[in-house]
């Protein structure tokens, strides 16, 4: 079945410090590609997406591009902040003849240090 | 215009009961699904209901059910409650296109 890796945290850094969280996926077809944030005590909350090969979603600094040749959508951002900790997800969304739905992966804790 | 609404936001139960949680899609949304979210992990997909039936379904035991009423409001219904049903449980909701699913701030459940 379709299923994503995420590179395993906790990832720290230091502010202004370069982001990069892994993400490769195994899927049948051309799923669209998602990253999803979570802060602490809510729920999750779309960061960026891509729907097709070599495009790139872009968000608050955020960016990932979808490399169909290596089945990867790695998460980056070229100066963290503090405001930025939290847990990363990384997913996929392929869609049948019942609709769409995601295959998330375990999450990377991100912590950015003042 | 409100996203969407879980209820209850936190809820305490004992091994052997039943617990009954509520989801109201964003507006304009007709597709509801639930989601696991045992600490310290991804969501694990539960089920999936659009025009009140239930689409797809993961890879969970019968105990856990769920309805979807006409005005796209959802409920996710869990029998027997195990210790290892504590989770935080999310609703998302979405349209039948290609769009991505809106979750909710999620109900915690824990078993005692």
């Known amino acids: 079945g379709d299923s994503v890796t995420q590179m ?3 990832v720290t850094l230091s502010e202004e410090a370069f982001l990069t969280i892994n ?3 195994t899927a049948t077809g051309y799923p669209s590609l998602f990253w999803y944030v979570q802060y602490p005590g809510e729920g999750l909350q779309l960061l960026l997406k891509a729907t097709k090969a070599d495009d790139k979603g ?5 960016e990932a591009t979808y490399r169909k040749e290596t089945t990867s959508f790695h998460l980056e951002k070229g100066s963290v902040q503090v405001s930025d900790s939290a847990v990363y997800f990384c ?15 375990p999450g990377t804790r991100l912590s950015v240090l003042p | 215009d409100a996203g969407v609404t879980q209820s ?10 039943q617990v009954t949680l509520r ?15 045992a600490l310290g992990q991804g969501p694990q997909f539960i089920f999936q209901y659009y025009e009140e039936e239930e689409r797809q379904r993961g890879n969970f035991p019968d105990r856990f059910s769920g309805h979807q009423f006409p ?19 999310l609703c998302a ?15 915690r459940l824990s078993i005692l």
């Open chain 1, 58 to 62: 872009s968000n608050k600094g955020f």
């Open chain 2, 8 to 17: 209850p936001t936190h809820l305490i139960k004992t091994r052997g009961q």
């Open chain 2, 71 to 89: 005005n796209y409001s959802s409920e996710l219904n869990v029998n027997a409650l195990l210790l290892g049903d504590s989770a935080l449980y």
């Open chain 2, 93 to 107: 909701s979405s349209t039948r296109a290609t769009q991505p699913q809106h979750f909710g701030d999620g109900t």
């Open chain 1, 8 to 10: 395993e945290g906790p």
């Open chain 1, 23 to 25: 993400c490769t996926y």
């Open chain 1, 91 to 105: 997913a996929l969304s392929a869609r049948d003849n019942y609709g769409q739905n995601f295959v998330f992966g």
């Open chain 2, 23 to 37: 989801c109201s899609p964003k507006s304009g949304h007709d597709t509801v699904s639930w989601y696991q979210q």
